[in-house]
C-alpha cells in the first residue's frame, strides 16, 4: 500500500521532494492565511467607507478565521472541513468583489482594474485549492492514514501516483515518458517544468 510520502510530483526530482503533501498542506495553510488577510482588508475598506465607527467589529471574523488557519496548520481533525467552508466563503467574496472592481476599472479606474484582476486570480487559487482538500488522498494523509487501496491497486507496471505541480490533481504516470510536451489533463500545465529540465 502506498503511503503519502511515496506521492512526487509530476516532472518532479525525487529526492527533492521527499513529502510533497506535506508542502501542499503548507501551500494551502498559507492560502488560508493569505484570504484571511485579504478578507479583513475588504471588510475594512468597506466599513470605513459606510460604518467607520463600526470597524473595530472586523475583529470578531479576523479572530474566528485565524483560528481556522492555526487549526488546519495544525492538522486538526475538524479544521479540514472548516478550512473547505473558509476558502469556499472567501472564493464567494473575491468573486464577488473581482466583478465590482473590474467594472469600476472599465469606467477608467486604473487601480480598479489590477485590484480586479487579484481578486479573479485569488478566486481562482481558492477554488482549485478546495478541490485538493476533498481529494481522499490529502485527506488520508492529513488524517495520518495510509492512502486508500484503490488508490493504487489499479495502477499499470511502472506507473506511479504524482501531483500536478499546478493545481495538484492527482495522476498516473510513467516518469520515464514524460517529456516537457507532456500536459495536464485538468489544467493544461507543463507536468515537466522548466526549473527540471535544467537539473537534469
Keep these: 500500500m502506498q503511503s503519502g510520502d511515496d506521492i512526487v510530483f509530476a516532472g518532479s526530482v525525487p529526492e527533492k521532494f521527499n513529502d510533497p503533501l506535506s508542502r501542499l498542506h503548507q501551500q494551502t495553510s498559507n492560502l488560508v492565511l493569505a484570504t484571511t488577510l485579504m478578507i479583513g482588508l475588504l471588510l475594512w475598506g468597506v466599513l470605513s ?29 475538524y479544521a479540514l472541513v472548516l478550512a473547505q467552508l473558509q476558502l469556499g466563503f472567501a472564493s464567494l467574496i473575491f468573486a464577488i468583489f473581482g466583478v465590482i472592481y473590474l467594472l469600476q476599472g472599465l469606467a477608467g479606474s486604473i487601480w480598479d482594474l489590477l485590484l480586479g484582476g ?5 478566486t481562482i487559487s481558492t477554488f482549485r485549492r478546495m478541490s485538493l482538500l476533498s481529494n481522499h488522498l490529502f485527506v488520508a494523509w492529513y488524517r495520518g492514514e495510509n492512502l486508500p487501496f484503490d488508490a493504487t491497486s489499479n495502477l499499470a507496471a511502472g506507473e506511479i501516483l504524482a501531483m ?10 510513467q516518469p520515464e515518458l514524460l517529456s516537457s510536451k507532456d500536459k495536464c489533463p485538468n489544467c493544461s500545465g507543463d507536468l515537466v517544468t522548466g526549473s527540471t529540465l535544467e537539473e537534469e
Excluded: D, E, Q
Aim: glycine content about 2%; hydrophobic content about 55%.
Design 164 to 173: 500536478c505541480p499546478h493545481c495538484s490533481s492527482v495522476l498516473a504516470i
Design 118 to 122: 487579484l481578486m479573479v486570480y485569488m
Design 49 to 77: 467607507t459606510i460604518a467607520s465607527s463600526a470597524i473595530y467589529l472586523i475583529s470578531v471574523p479576523l479572530f474566528f478565521l485565524g483560528w481556522i488557519w492555526y487549526a488546519f496548520k495544525s492538522r486538526r481533525s
